[in-house]
Antibody
Framework: QITLKESGPTLVNPTQTLTLTCTFSGFSLTISGVGVGWIRQPPGKALEWLALIFWDDDKRYHPSLKSRLTITKDTSKNQVVLTMTSMDPVDTATYYC????????????????????WGQGTMVTVSS | QSALTQPRSVSGSPGQSVTISCTGTSSDVGGYNYVSWYQQHPGKAPKLMIYDVTKRPSGVPDRFSGSKSGNTASMTISGLQAEDEADYYCSSYAGRYTLLFGGGTKLTVL
């Protein structure tokens, strides 16, 4: 059974750096085709994809936020960490981590860019 | 890159069918068959309902179906049930290793 859980501060001051940890179980980020992503959702608003890290340490970021984001993994701890710099009140949101994996047919494997298992989310408020 | 366009709300009576649209461009929805749909109940995490435009993960009822025509993807829920009342989000691969979500649609079961 795959589970993920986000952890981190609930309150961050403007201009500070946010560090969130996703601790997962039921899969390994050392296995080919596996990825973990981060998605956020401001209160009452839509989902926004932030970043995705793959088993081979390939990292992908939302183009508009790329300069502020860093995603890393610690396979020994089954954790993925997201850091976001220069936090602003508009970054107030629930932050989710989620499992992603390649799908394989008889001839090839591909990433459907879908997140099949999500953590419960962690609410982060940016305010002084 | 702009968010995908979804109707803000749709509604239907129990037993009826409803369709939620998700409009993008030829650079995202129209260019790839990597459209997914998520269901989100209040205060809960999203749940994957459809991926690859038409495929359902294990455990998702076959009342949920997906399709795509041009730059618009759609998800249809047939035989509406009270438990289907939720927010629904589409997403699409947008090339260059990026993902876009839609603005979300609130489904009300009358």
């Amino acid at each position: 059974q795959i589970t993920l859980k986000e952890s981190g501060p609930t309150l961050v001051n403007p201009t500070q750096t946010l560090t969130l940890t996703c601790t997962f179980s039921g899969f390994s980020l050392t296995i080919s085709g596996v990825g973990v992503g981060w998605i956020r959702q401001p209160p009452g608003k839509a989902l926004e994809w932030l970043a995705l890290i793959f088993w081979d340490d390939d990292k992908r970021y939302h183009p508009s936020l790329k300069s502020r984001l860093t995603i890393t993994k610690d396979t020994s701890k089954n954790q993925v960490v997201l850091t976001m710099t220069s936090m602003d009140p508009v970054d107030t949101a629930t932050y989710y981590c989620a499992h992603n994996s390649y799908y394989c047919t008889s001839t090839s494997c591909y990433n459907p860019w879908a997140f099949d298992i999500w953590g419960q989310g962690t609410m982060v408020t940016v305010s002084s | 890159q702009s968010a995908l366009t979804q109707p803000r709300s749709v509604s239907g009576s129990p037993g009826q069918s409803v369709t939620i649209s998700c409009t993008g461009t030829s650079s995202d929805v129209g260019g790839y068959n990597y459209v997914s749909w998520y269901q989100q109940h209040p205060g809960k995490a999203p749940k994957l309902m459809i991926y690859d435009v038409t495929k359902r993960p294990s455990g998702v009822p076959d009342r949920f179906s997906g399709s795509k025509s041009g730059n618009t993807a759609s998800m249809t829920i047939s035989g509406l049930q009270a438990e289907d009342e939720a927010d629904y989000y589409c997403s699409s691969y947008a090339g260059r290793y990026t993902l876009l979500f839609g603005g979300g649609t609130k489904l009300t079961v009358l």
